[in-house]
């Protein structure tokens, strides 16, 4: 008789200040049940966190570590969020003993479970699973592509950046892959050829996760395998404001029929934007997207002053 395949200890990992530990504790209680499961533990990269922040922390089990320059590079002449930026391609390295490691930026909160599910199975069988931006509920931002054009055109030249340009995007704030996945390796060269070639930190941590996914590998015959999830796994809000499923009593897509957003990603402006929220059955409520939001009870502004590098996150 064969034995079952053991299933990997996975362990989540995030980052926060002090300023983000409202939008932290939303997106950890949005997974709470989870994250009781056996096996499963969470991580945080310290980039300023208060002492009360550290302990409350501790008190949910989540272990605190500080990011580490990379690449050669001096911590001293970097903010502790670009650090975190920088540690992401070493995670293996940072926490070893996981199967799997999950990224959640702080700025995302679930509504669905079955999206860590979906990541997780993907990083088993392809080894790697992240989130792709095209969607028709996204509206055209024409700033948002000269940005992107910009700057892969400054990370990895003409060539590549024409390549980068026809692929579908895909978003860093969530994704997992496994600890033996060659996609580690793969982002932390182009990442530090990004790094070298523009004197930028961000948005190469991002951009960097694209050329490694999508780039046959010197001596390769094709680039590693990936699973590219639909937009409903890390759905950027501010691309395109979600309805509320009156139904299901959820956020969703905005149009037909209506599906029921898994991860919710406050990116950018969306952590200080207040919305025109459409129903499904008619009419609208202005609300933050946030966990506590209903028709009924508007969510409220939970983040003041956001720092500056994580607003393009």
Known sequence: MTEPTPTPSILIVTASDHRFMPLL??????????????????????????????????????????????FGLSAQDHAPALLSF?????????????????????????????????????????GFAITHESDQGYRLQAWLLG??????????GPLAAAHLLTRRHLNAGLFAAAATAPHWDQWARCYEAAIRR????????????NQ?????????PKAPAATLLDPT??????????????????FCKPYAP????????????????????RRTHGGSFESFIV???????????????????????
């Open 25 to 70: 504790q939303d997106m950890i209680a949005s997974i709470a049940p989870f994250l009781a499961r056996n096996r499963v533990q969470m991580a945080c990269f310290d980039i300023g966190l208060a002492a009360s922040d550290r302990a409350w922390l501790t008190q949910h089990g989540i272990q605190t570590a500080t990011p580490k320059a990379q």
């Open 86 to 126: 920088l540690a992401r391609p070493f995670l293996p390295k940072t926490f070893p003993g996981h199967g799997i490691y999950l990224w959640i930026d702080s700025d995302v909160w679930l509504q669905d479970l079955a999206v860590l599910h979906r990541y997780i199975e993907a990083a088993q069988r392809t």
């Open 147 to 156: 940005w992107t054009a910009k700057h892969f055109l400054l990370g990895y």
């Open 198 to 209: 523009s004197g930028a930190l961000v948005p190469h941590d991002q951009f960097a996760l």
């Open 212 to 220: 490694a996914i999508y780039r046959r590998p010197a001596g390769s």
């Open 233 to 250: 796994n890390n759905w950027i809000c501010d691309r395109g404001v979600p309805m509320w499923n009156d139904a299901a009593a959820a």
């Open 258 to 277: 209506y599906h029921v957003i898994g991860a919710l990603h406050l990116a950018g402006p969306a952590k200080r934007t207040r919305y025109t929220i």
């Open 291 to 313: 966990r506590s939001a209903a028709p009924d009870h508007p969510g409220q502004q939970i983040l003041q002053d956001a720092p500056q590098q994580a607003q393009a996150a």
